[in-house]
């Protein structure tokens, strides 16, 4: 009975730990996906500026040199772009891709997608390089925000399951 107690005290508290350091997680991939998502810019920017590629296999070559989820954004955007405006493609895609960044990052790179293919190639460049500023700055905040919280959904994780078995016991 007691092997068996101890076990159970093992699993609350791993799965306690577990699931703070899931959250706390998030706050890394969050500045992580960012600096993705600046970089991709920087790249379509340059591609914009220096190749008169179409907006589709730029996304393309930007989805084989990102990694993750970003990867995976580009990718459907450049296959949304088969159907739809670049507008639409670039809204839908930042819209349905699981990413973990805010509302707020969510609006400011849904907004940018208002001038791909319409404007000449110093508007399009000025709107990238103006979402890119955005960034930087939501960049800052989100390492500010990890360093904050990471380390306490952590501990939080580890303390909760700590206090769940002192109650049990």
Do not use: H
């Amino acid at each position: 009975m007691f092997f068996i107690k101890c076990i159970i005290y093992i699993l609350i508290f791993s799965s306690s730990t577990y699931i703070g350091i899931l959250i706390s997680k998030q706050y890394s991939n969050r500045v992580n996906e960012l600096k993705e998502i600046k970089l991709a810019l920087n790249i379509l920017k340059t591609k914009i500026r220096f190749t008169n590629e179409p907006l589709y296999s730029a996304f393309k070559e930007i989805s084989s040199s990102s990694k993750g989820n970003v990867s995976n954004l580009f990718k459907n955007m450049s296959e949304s772009l088969k159907n739809n405006s670049a507008k639409v493609a670039w809204e839908q895609g930042i819209e349905n891709e699981i990413l973990a960044i805010k509302k707020q990052d969510r609006q400011a790179l849904k907004s940018m997608g208002k001038l791909l293919g319409k404007t000449d190639l110093d508007g399009q460049i000025s709107e990238i390089e103006l979402t890119e500023s955005f960034l930087e700055t939501q960049i800052l905040d989100a390492e500010k925000e990890k360093d904050k919280n990471e380390k306490l959904y952590k501990t939080l994780g580890m303390v909760t399951g700590v206090g769940i078995i002192v109650i049990l016991i």
